[in-house]
């Protein structure tokens, strides 16, 4: 029952520096979703992808990309990593047509920018 | 632009109450609204949707209502136990564009 995993649980990085959260779900779900989450606020949604092979900007895209690489896979990716993406970020998925069904999320990532 | 407010920020009570948690929203043109649970170091877990033409839902001890002309919602937890601790999240879905909007949570702790 893995349902949303994200790789890695926890990353520090420095300035400029660049990585790809990995994001994999096993319930044949079409829509995915990546958020961050920073103390006191709620989620903001940075990218989603309603379908394999389609992916659109959420909230807070900038500094940001992503790859919807199959149907099971949405990786999101910092280009040159900034304090300010100091955050934790969480994977989601859903069926049905976007996120119209419950959203089933990963454990998260905490990352650190220093 | 849709604002989620969740009243309280935190609230600590004895085992055995009774509680409401609360989640205002300013736009009302919502498909759905989620209310989930975060438990520390964890991801969320959906707990309860609510369809805009519904009024209530429930799931065991959990009650959620739904007024969407006046822009809220209320979670009741009925006989709470300090299982739940965890913190509370609200997000409706917005009508014009499918996205969730999240409150900042409600931080709850029932002492035993």
């Known amino acids: 029952n893995a349902g949303v995993t994200q790789t890695p649980k926890f990353q520090v990085l420095k300035t400029g520096q660049s990585m790809t959260l990995q994001c994999a779900q096993d319930m044949n779900h079409n829509s995915m979703y990546w958020y961050r989450q920073d103390p006191g606020m709620g989620l903001r949604l940075i990218y989603y992808s309603a379908s394999e092979g389609t992916t659109d900007k959420g909230e807070v895209p900038n500094g940001y990309n992503v790859s919807r690489l199959n149907k099971r896979e949405f990786s999101l990716r910092l280009e040159s990593a900034a304090p300010s993406q100091t955050s934790v970020y969480f994977c989601a998925s859903s069926g049905g047509v976007l996120a119209k069904n419950i959203q089933y999320f990963g454990a998260g990532t905490r990352l650190s920018v220093l | 632009k849709q604002e989620v407010t969740q009243i309280p920020a935190a609230l600590s009570v004895p085992e055995g109450e009774n509680l409401v948690l609360n989640c205002s929203f300013t736009?009302?043109?919502?498909?759905?609204l989620q209310w989930f649970r975060q438990d520390p170091g964890k991801g969320l877990t959906s707990l309860l949707l609510i369809q805009s033409s519904q009024r209530e839902q429930t799931s065991g001890r959990l009650n959620a209502s739904l007024d969407k002309s006046s822009g809220r919602s209320t979670l009741y937890i009925a006989a709470s136990q300090p299982g739940d601790s965890a913190t509370y999240l609200c997000?409706?879905?917005?009508?014009?564009?499918?996205?969730?909007?999240w409150g900042a949570g409600t931080k709850l702790i029932i002492k035993p």
């Open positions: 997000a409706p879905l917005m009508d014009s564009n499918y996205q969730l909007i």
């Open positions: 736009d009302s043109a919502i498909y759905n």
